[in-house]
């Protein structure tokens, strides 16, 4: 009875690198969401996918990233050319098709750290 | 944007104690949600209000979804160590209703034994 799954837990990149996060929803999940948490703030929604669609990517930068939850495997968050101001902890959150989205269940969390 | 306030932003108590903390909007919710996240680690669900006055208990844990819907609170009584962490509010729905959580600014418990 696994948990929402990411991986890598830390990520450090250099400036102009990419950066690629995982995240495997809850069993029997089919929505995902992703946020990020700056040090000492509250998380702030990024996007939110189900499976093949994006259905709400009103809080990604224009620029640089982008995500994707293919049929089959992970969700992905690719941030292109990191900057330090990436800096941050991203977090993946899933919940059931039959609660809508109202329950969401975090994952553990992808550290990245831009030098 | 739709924000949410929470307050208090850290709370120092001693073990046995009553803690509240609360979150206001000037925007309504259809969902209140409280979680829990613990250093390094991501947000705990402890508790979800889908009822304008609902008012549901998780041990020694109760919170309320405000009336007018835009306010919740969360009590936890007869604290103990493990409660130490960092405590948020997140509301779902209203304008947005296309499941994008906002989050409080979170409300730190330190718990001295």
């Known amino acids: 009875n696994a948990g929402v799954m990411q991986n890598p837990r830390h990520l450090v990149r250099r400036r102009g690198q990419e950066a690629r996060l995982r995240c495997s929803p809850m069993?029997?999940?089919?929505?995902v969401y992703w946020y990020r948490q700056l040090p000492e703030e509250g998380l702030k929604f990024m996007v939110y996918?189900?499976?093949?669609?994006?259905?709400?990517e009103s809080g990604m930068p224009k620029e640089r990233f982008s995500a994707e939850f293919p049929k089959e495997g992970p969700s992905i968050l690719r941030i292109q050319q990191v900057v330090r101001g990436d800096s941050a902890a991203y977090f993946c959150a899933s919940s059931p098709p039959t609660s809508g989205y109202n329950e969401q269940f975090f994952g553990p969390g992808t550290r990245l750290t831009v030098l | 944007g739709q924000q949410l306030n929470q307050s208090p932003q850290s709370m120092f108590i001693q073990e046995g104690e009553d803690v509240s903390m609360n979150c206001t909007s000037s925007s309504i919710f259809n969902t209140w949600l409280w979680y829990k996240q613990d250093p390094g680690e991501g947000p705990v669900l402890l508790i979800a209000l889908y009822k304008a006055g609902e008012l549901t208990s998780n041990g020694r844990l109760t919170a309320q979804f405000g009336i007018t819907r835009k306010d919740s609170f969360l009590n936890i009584s007869a604290s103990i160590p493990s409660d130490v962490g960092i405590y948020f509010c997140?509301?779902?729905?209203?304008?947005?209703?296309?499941?994008?959580?906002?989050f409080g600014q979170g409300t730190t418990l330190q718990v001295k034994p």
């Open positions: 996918l189900q499976k093949e669609n994006i259905i709400d």
């Open positions: 069993k029997g999940h089919s929505h």
């Open positions: 997140a509301g779902l729905g209203g304008s947005s209703n296309t499941g994008k959580l906002i």
